[in-house]
């Protein structure tokens, strides 16, 4: 399947949500750590979660997000900028010291947010490891975006297992490119427990259906 048009786009960065539905409609959480905020994740986490709490860096995304989806009593945000990396600085390719200003911000998050059900990774390629190395201890499960094998390495994604030692693994793997060459996101789902897959892929599949137009489901991993 190649994905041509900017509406094909948008589905891409939304292709997380397969997974979503099946967590949301069959496991109930009613609490999540969003890394990095969306207009797919965000407002479909927001309607589903009784406590949210979404964690940005990027300060003009910040900005037009948080006055889309506004701070309530089941949502809290919070701005963490990195000032000189982008969303798209892959984990190889910062400096030692930028490593460690986002070692930091994580480790410091992981001192204080509180434990909730589920974590999102979408935020900066160069800080969703960080995010799992820090934040893993408060969840009980993680979906991770991005999980196509040729890109693991940008994000650092090669040393999960080390850190999610025990966890169970499954992914979502649709079939086809962007534009003939990138190909559609996969996404990871990590969990400290078993989880009901067949449930679970009853809303997968049909997510996945109106997305790509193949009813894709979970795969448990090794």
């Known amino acids: 399947m190649a994905i041509e048009s900017p509406w094909d786009f948008e589905?891409?960065?939304?292709?997380?949500?397969?997974?979503?539905?099946?967590?949301?409609n069959v496991l109930n959480p009613k609490s999540?750590?969003?890394?990095?905020?969306?207009?797919?994740?965000?407002?479909?986490?927001r309607a589903s979660l009784d406590c949210l709490i979404t964690i940005e860096h990027n300060v003009k995304w910040w900005e037009e997000l948080k006055e889309k989806y506004p701070e309530n009593?089941?949502?809290?945000?919070?701005?963490?900028?990195?000032w000189g990396?982008?969303?798209?600085?892959?984990?190889?390719?910062?400096?030692?010291?930028?490593?460690?200003?986002v070692e930091a911000c994580y480790k410091e998050l992981g001192g204080f947010l509180p434990p909730c059900d589920l974590m999102l990774d979408d935020t900066h390629l160069c800080a969703r490891l960080p995010a799992i190395r820090y934040l893993?201890?408060?969840?009980?499960?993680?979906?991770v975006h991005d999980m196509c094998p040729q890109f693991?390495?940008?994000?650092g994604y090669q040393y999960i297992k080390d850190i999610l030692t025990g966890w169970y693994c499954?992914?979502?793997?649709?079939?086809?490119?962007?534009?003939?060459?990138?190909?559609?996101?996969?996404?990871?789902?990590?969990?400290?427990?078993?989880?009901?897959?067949?449930?679970?892929?009853?809303?997968?599949?049909e997510e996945s259906m109106r997305l790509w137009e193949q009813p894709v489901g979970l795969v448990q991993e090794a």
Not at 73 to 82: A, D, G, M
Not at 85 to 101: F, V
């Open 85 to 101: 990396i982008t969303d798209h600085t892959r984990l190889c390719d910062i400096s030692d010291e930028d490593k460690r200003i």
């Open 170 to 205: 499954y992914m979502h793997k649709p079939v086809g490119k962007i534009g003939g060459t990138h190909p559609i996101p996969w996404t990871g789902l990590y969990s400290r427990d078993p989880l009901p897959v067949d449930e679970m892929d009853v809303f997968v599949k």
């Open 152 to 155: 693991r390495t940008w994000y």
């Open 11 to 24: 589905r891409v960065l939304g292709s997380h949500q397969a997974v979503l539905s099946g967590i949301i």
């Open 136 to 143: 893993h201890p408060k969840v009980r499960m993680i979906i």
């Open 73 to 82: 009593t089941n949502h809290e945000w919070i701005f963490r900028p990195f």
């Open 32 to 45: 999540g750590i969003e890394c990095g905020g969306g207009d797919h994740s965000t407002p479909l986490l």
